[in-house]
C-alpha cells in the first residue's frame, strides 16, 4: 500500500469510541443482521479494465486495495487469534484483506453528504475496531461482525460532519433507524415514502416520524458552492425571503423571458420543482415541504432535485457569458 492511501497500520484505537457514542457489540443484532460473506463481497469492486481505469484518487485507492487476497475462514481464525494477542502483522493482514468490503459498505451511503472517500476512510476506522475487538471463538465470521463496525462509523461520521448542529447521540440513533426505514421503503414502494408510510412501517405515531425527520435538515449541505471566484452559494443567494424572487430581480436586466427558456432546457422534474420553489411558471413560492407534498416527494429529494436543477442551470448560463450569481444578484 502506498502513503497516498490510508496508513492502516498506523492508525490506532479511539479511547473514548464507545463513550462518543457507538454501542459494545450487540450479538442479537448480529444474528438479524447476518449475510454471508459471498453476498457481501460477491461485487468485485475492481472489475473494470486497468486500460479504462480512471487515475483519480478514488480508482488509484481501488486498484492498490484490489492487491490484498481476501482470507479463507481458517485463515481468518488464525490472523484474528494472533491479532487478539498483539501481532501487528496479523493485524495489518486482517485489514488489508477487508478494506474491499468498507468500500462496498460506503458506497451505500453515496450522495448522504461525505465524499466517497471520506466515507471510505471513516469506514475503515470502524473496520479497524473491529480487528482489535473480533474474537473468532464466538462462532461467526469476521465480515459480519466488521460490517457493524464500519456501519456505525460511517453513519456516526455523516451525522456530525453534515450538519452544522449536533445531535445528542441517543437521537442520533433513533434518527438512523428512521432514516433506514425510509431507504426500505423507498426500494420497496419504488417511490419516497411519506411520514405516514414510514410510522406505519415502524408502528410509531406520524407526529413523531416528522420531527425525527425535521432533524435531519442539513443547514449547510444546501450551501452548493457557486464556484469561480465567488464564496457565495446557490441558496444564499435564491433563498432570501426578503428578496422579490428571480423574476422580479431580473425585469431590470431583460432577461425575464430568458428565464422561461432556460427552465424548459432542465428535464422537467428539475423545471417544476425550480418553477415551484422560486415562484416561475405561475406558481407561487413554496418550501420544500410544500413542494414535496405536492409533487409527491420527500423534502430531501426535493433539495436534491433542487440542487441537480441549479447546477445545470449555472452550466446553461455560463453559455451565455452569464454567471449565476449576476442573474439572480441580491
Same mark, same amino acid.
Given at each position: %500500500?502506498?502513503?497516498?492511501?490510508?496508513?492502516?497500520?498506523?492508525?490506532?484505537?479511539?479511547?473514548?469510541?464507545?463513550?462518543?457514542? $457507538?454501542?459494545?457489540? #450487540?450479538e442479537?443484532?448480529?444474528? @438479524?443482521?447476518?449475510?454471508?460473506?459471498?453476498?457481501?463481497?460477491? #461485487? *468485485? &469492486?475492481?472489475?473494470?479494465?486497468?486500460?479504462?481505469?480512471?487515475?483519480?484518487?478514488?480508482?488509484?485507492?481501488?486498484?492498490?486495495?484490489?492487491?490484498?487476497p481476501?482470507?479463507?475462514?481458517?485463515?481468518?481464525?488464525?490472523?484474528?487469534? /494472533?491479532?487478539?494477542?498483539?501481532?501487528?502483522?496479523?493485524?495489518?493482514?486482517?485489514?488489508?484483506?477487508?478494506? !474491499?468490503?468498507?468500500?462496498?459498505?460506503?458506497?451505500?451511503?453515496?450522495?448522504?453528504?461525505?465524499?466517497?472517500?471520506?466515507?471510505? @476512510?471513516?469506514?475503515?476506522?470502524?473496520?479497524i475496531?473491529?480487528?482489535? +475487538?473480533?474474537?473468532p471463538?464466538?462462532?461467526?465470521?469476521?465480515?459480519?461482525?466488521?460490517?457493524?463496525?464500519? !456501519?456505525?462509523?460511517?453513519?456516526?461520521?455523516?451525522?456530525?460532519?453534515?450538519?452544522?448542529?449536533?445531535?445528542?447521540?441517543h437521537?442520533? +440513533?433513533?434518527?438512523?433507524?428512521?432514516?433506514?426505514?425510509?431507504?426500505?421503503?423507498?426500494?420497496?414502494?419504488?417511490?419516497?415514502?411519506?411520514?405516514?408510510?414510514?410510522?406505519?412501517?415502524?408502528?410509531?405515531? $406520524?407526529?413523531?416520524?416528522?420531527? %425525527? &425527520?425535521?432533524?435531519?435538515? !442539513?443547514?449547510?449541505?444546501? *450551501?452548493?458552492?457557486?464556484?469561480?471566484?465567488?464564496?457565495?452559494?446557490?441558496l444564499?443567494?435564491?433563498?432570501?425571503?426578503k428578496?422579490?424572487?428571480?423574476?422580479?430581480?431580473?425585469?431590470?436586466?431583460? %432577461? +425575464?423571458?430568458?428565464?422561461?427558456?432556460?427552465?424548459?432546457?432542465?428535464?422537467? +422534474?428539475?423545471?417544476?420543482?425550480?418553477?415551484?420553489?422560486?415562484?416561475?411558471?405561475?406558481?407561487?413560492?413554496?418550501?420544500?415541504?410544500?413542494?414535496?407534498?405536492?409533487?409527491?416527494?420527500?423534502?430531501?429529494?426535493?433539495?436534491?432535485?433542487?440542487? @441537480?436543477?441549479?447546477?445545470?442551470?449555472?452550466?446553461?448560463?455560463?453559455?451565455?457569458?452569464?454567471?449565476?450569481?449576476?442573474?439572480? /444578484?441580491?
Open positions: %500500500m502506498s502513503q497516498s492511501t490510508l496508513k492502516v497500520n498506523e492508525l490506532h484505537e479511539d479511547a473514548d469510541f464507545e463513550e462518543n457514542g $457507538v454501542d459494545v457489540f #450487540d442479537k443484532a448480529l444474528a @438479524e443482521e447476518e449475510t454471508s460473506d459471498s453476498e457481501l463481497l460477491e #461485487d *468485485d &469492486l475492481l472489475s473494470q479494465g486497468t486500460a479504462q481505469r480512471v487515475l483519480d484518487a478514488t480508482q488509484l485507492y481501488l486498484g492498490e486495495i484490489g492487491y490484498s481476501l482470507l479463507t475462514a481458517e485463515e481468518e481464525v488464525y490472523f484474528a487469534r /494472533r491479532a487478539l494477542r498483539g501481532d501487528v502483522s496479523s493485524r495489518r493482514r486482517m485489514i488489508e484483506s477487508n478494506l !474491499r468490503l468498507v468500500v462496498k459498505i460506503a458506497r451505500r451511503y453515496n450522495n448522504r453528504g461525505l465524499a466517497l472517500l471520506d466515507l471510505i @476512510e471513516e469506514g475503515n476506522l470502524g473496520l475496531r473491529a480487528v482489535e +475487538k473480533f474474537d471463538e464466538r462462532g461467526f465470521r469476521f465480515s459480519t461482525y466488521a460490517t457493524w463496525w464500519i !456501519r456505525q462509523t460511517i453513519e456516526r461520521a455523516i451525522m456530525n460532519q453534515t450538519r452544522t448542529i449536533r445531535l445528542p447521540i437521537i442520533v +440513533k433513533e434518527l438512523n433507524v428512521y432514516l433506514r426505514t425510509a431507504r426500505e421503503l423507498s426500494h420497496k414502494l419504488d417511490h419516497e415514502p411519506s411520514a405516514e408510510e414510514i410510522a406505519e412501517r415502524l408502528d410509531r405515531p $406520524v407526529d413523531d416520524v416528522n420531527r %425525527m &425527520l425535521r432533524l435531519n435538515e !442539513r443547514i449547510t449541505s444546501v *450551501d452548493t458552492p457557486l464556484g469561480g471566484d465567488s464564496d457565495k452559494a446557490l444564499d443567494i435564491l433563498a432570501d425571503e428578496d422579490n424572487g428571480p423574476e422580479d430581480t431580473t425585469q431590470n436586466n431583460d %432577461m +425575464k423571458q430568458n428565464i422561461v427558456k432556460w427552465l424548459f432546457e432542465l428535464n422537467a +422534474k428539475q423545471r417544476e420543482v425550480l418553477a415551484r420553489r422560486f415562484g416561475l411558471l405561475g406558481y407561487e413560492a413554496a418550501t420544500l415541504e410544500d413542494v414535496g407534498r405536492e409533487i409527491g416527494l420527500t423534502r430531501e429529494r426535493v433539495r436534491q432535485i433542487q440542487v @441537480e436543477g441549479l447546477r445545470r442551470l449555472r452550466e446553461i448560463l455560463q453559455t451565455q457569458g452569464l454567471n449565476i450569481e449576476e442573474l439572480f /444578484r441580491e
